[in-house]
């Protein structure tokens, strides 16, 4: 059974900075161009991240470009997502995925004072 | 980017009956395009990728159709549990672009 689950989420203040981390077994990690998509309270869903499974290759968003960091580690089968300057519109439930078939349960970032 | 344009917003129908969500896209996508279905509360679910071809145990009252950069999404044998909000998604070219997402109930 293939699952990935979502850890890293909580509250935090605008400015600061998050690490989610997404730990996925039941399938090659490292052979899955792996994705991050958000969710704000009430809204459609955002593709946020990709990052290749051929060359590491990485894409963003143009709304996260330059704060947001995506990355693999195929030894550990884990992606992560690191989130800087945080502002008050990243709020949102943050799922793993891969390509286009396998859902995280997501990871809830509240970014308030 | 590539803009998907998902209708309708909203949509009501019978238990029973079949109903037609379509996304167009606003460049040329070849086939890369899936379908999510979302419950309240829960994370998306795959049933389409590739246009046309069914995630693996989605029941085959879904189905995927492609003409040329339009692309539609119906449901036939509407029951309760099909009340859910639809959305595409273009993979064909980063960044990967969602529609606004069909809202479906069932009467």
């Known amino acids: 059974e293939v699952q990935l689950l979502e850890s890293g989420g909580g509250l935090v203040q605008p400015g600061e900075s998050l690490r989610l981390s997404c730990a996925v077994s039941g399938l090659t990690f490292s052979t899955h161009t792996m994705t991050w998509v958000r969710q704000a309270p009430g809204k459609g869903l955002e593709w946020v991240s990709g990052i290749s499974a051929a060359d590491g290759s990485t894409y963003y968003a143009d709304s996260v470009k330059g704060r947001f960091t995506i990355s693999r580690d195929n030894s550990k089968n884990m992606l992560y997502l690191e989130i800087n300057s945080l502002r008050a519109e990243d709020t949102a439930i943050y799922y793993c995925r891969t390509q286009v078939t396998y859902w995280g349960q997501g990871a809830l970032v509240t970014v308030s004072s | 980017d590539i803009q998907m344009t998902q209708s309708p917003s909203s949509l009501s129908a019978s238990v029973g009956a079949r109903v037609t969500i379509t996304c167009r896209a606003s460049?040329?996508?070849?086939?890369?395009l899936a379908w999510f279905q979302q419950k309240p509360g829960r994370a998306p679910k795959s049933l389409i990728h590739?246009?046309?071809t069914l995630q693996s145990g989605v029941p085959s009252k879904f189905s995927g159709s492609q003409s040329g950069t339009d692309f539609t999404l119906t449901i036939s044998n509407l029951q309760p549990e099909d009340s859910a909000t639809y959305y595409c998604?273009?993979?064909?070219?980063?960044?990967?672009?969602f529609g606004q997402g069909t809202k479906l109930e069932i009467k």
């Open positions: 998604q273009q993979y064909n070219s980063y960044p990967h672009t």
């Open positions: 460049q040329d996508i070849k086939n890369y």
């Open positions: 590739a246009a046309s």
